[in-house]
């Protein structure tokens, strides 16, 4: 049995409730540029956009350690844009970040492009607040910064070829601005979501603290979007791909490549014969005794994972180590203890505590500030000191330090997980261990400090495998045999041309949802057209509904409303323009990408409280049921279900009852972005109203959002959220009311002309 929602009732179920109201954030005035050049990939080389959106990013003098967000990841971002922008096949480079304009942090991170080499350049998108936030707080704006991506695009005038995003929060917005453009997203996670809350799980901590502290779900959620969309994934050890990744929804084996990160060669050398560190740079001499005996390094952020503790301990209860070699830990930079957050707070009180406890005093140092340019000189002077770096992270999936220090000479004592395994496997040039057994760890390093025939064969195996495996120079050179690769299966899918609109001549255009938005009160809906046919040209008009596209034509006649400029139906996989109706075929080929329904019904037939819409609402790139709310799983549950049967898709409810399962690339919000792309049209141009769960995506990122007064639940997560601005009235007075609020009619005519 198949029911249709529309066969029984002109329009869908209401969720008219009492209006409320929560301060709204005032609309910036409409921004950005159109410069009109055409957005074509040319043979002048690739234009590669990375995206790494949290944390502190600048070309030079990077703050790592100064918090949790600034760290490898931001190193590692600069560097290969750095490395990437060096090949001839390369065009431009940018690497996108979050703009932060704070008092708290440098005035480097609010300057809008910051140029790293003659084609490369950091460019800072506004996202957000202004204020430097963590990363697990930007859920809520990322949309907006897709949007604003899309603005540069424009002023740079060219698609990139590949957009590659890095970690989680990037992976969001690379899927969305991947399958708006039609260009193909590459993704590296960094730290993955799913291990994280494993480890954090298995240290004790409860799931619903986790899921306060880190928004893991939201992170987790993001992560399988990321790889769902993803052409291809970079992984940097093969350990990460088999058991990392491997524990998603959406991992797939066969589009994953393991390429090890680069190092900054050119910095990290071995000593040279008779070169002494002078002067001592981190004034070492006011911690230690005896300067000259080896020193054991330790450089690592002061986070519980790191597990300097352990390192402390071993060292602590071995006095004969204690006497051949001093320990220098290189944790973060610090000012005030007291005054720091809670976990790197914890951390740094735990050393000091135990330097005490074991009287390490004379033998241990512990900097309080160090400067980037101080590291490859501290790596040095410990190789030259016949010493040993060690990394007893719980978990090392990366283990760029201990390449820097394989580069610069010195051995290596790490745990015994990813990165260096994969390090040591081809180095040769240390041990690894156990990070919970301090007392093997003692033993161990005294071993390798003692030893003197094997470290000097350590020292050289490290310098000669860190630049056969692991120079930026063979990462861009694998890098980009994978991108063309890549490129070169995506354009045999190219998607067709566009036909023709009046669209690129308009100055603003308001989309609304049909039911229970633009119908419902005659006439407001009268009032509302009236002022618009006022404002003539310029003004551009569409619909975005769940409905079908004769269904469409049917209601706007009996409501007496003109035909739309562009028509967006079935919950944004069907897009038609003008008058004759004329289809985007183009959008069509998009909206292919991963689509295979074929076994979607059964599937999930197979859960309770689900149940085909009739035959007419089914259509090419949309499956729609109706949901019993009372018997149906939650909509997770139905995600989940999809994964696992391998069907890449997009699940949106409406109304509490209606579930479409639509292609990844689709949605309400998804075509109005790919409209405004095609044609040029700035996002904060477009005002949207909506009332119910298909209209979310709509109402969120840079679109002046409008939720009129007799929404649905399922819009409620919006409140508060920046422009989106919910009415009091219902219907199309709620629509005149969003129209007033952004003052959206003013100056139509003038407008352009800023804009152009
Ligand atoms: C319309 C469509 C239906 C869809 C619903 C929610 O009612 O006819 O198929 O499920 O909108 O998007
Ligand atoms: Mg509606």
Redesign the pocket.
Known sequence: MTA???STATS?ASCAESASRTPPTSPSPASGGRDGAGLSTSDAGLYLMLLSIHGLIRGHDLELGRDADTGGQTKYVVELTRALAAHPRIWRVDLLTRLIDDPRVDDDYSSEQEPVAENAFITRIPCGPRRYLRKETLWTYLDGFADNALLHIRRVGRLPDVIHSHYADAGYVGARLAGLLGVPLVHTGHSLGREKKRRLLVQGMDAEEIEKTYNMSQRIEAEELAMDNAAMVIASTTQEVEKQYSVYDNYQPQSMVVIPPGVALDRFYPPRRGWFATPDPLELGRFLREPRRPMILALARPDERKNIATLLHAYGQHPRLQRAANLVLIAGIRDDISAMERGPRAVLNEILLLIDRYDLYGRVACPKHHHADDVPLLYRLAAKRGGIFVNPALTEPFGLTLIEAAASGLPIVATEDGGPRDIIAHCRNGVLIDPLDHARLGDVLYAAISNRRQWRRWAKNGVAGAHRRFSWSSHVSRYLSEVEKLMKKWRRKRPAAAPRSKLPTLTRILITDI?NTLIGDRAALQTLLERMRRHGEKLGFGVA????LE?VARVLKEWDVPTPDVLIT??GTEIHYGKRLEPDLGYQDHLEYRWAPQALPEVLNELPGLRL?AAV?QRRF?V?FLLDPGKAPSVRVIKKQLRRHGIHATV?L??GI???VIPVRASKGKAIRYIANKWGIPIDSILVAGD?G?DEEMLTGNTLGVVVGNHCEELKVLRGQERVYFARGQYALGILEGVEFYNFFDDINSIHESVG
């Not at 509904?545 to 079908?548: D, H, K, L, N, Q």
Request: hydrophobic residues 10%; aromatic residues 4%; proline residues 8%.
């Open positions: 249709s929602p529309d869908p039911d509904t769940g409905r079908r269904s079935s919950v819409q609402e949309k729609s949106v409406s109304n209606y579930l479409d119910s298909n």
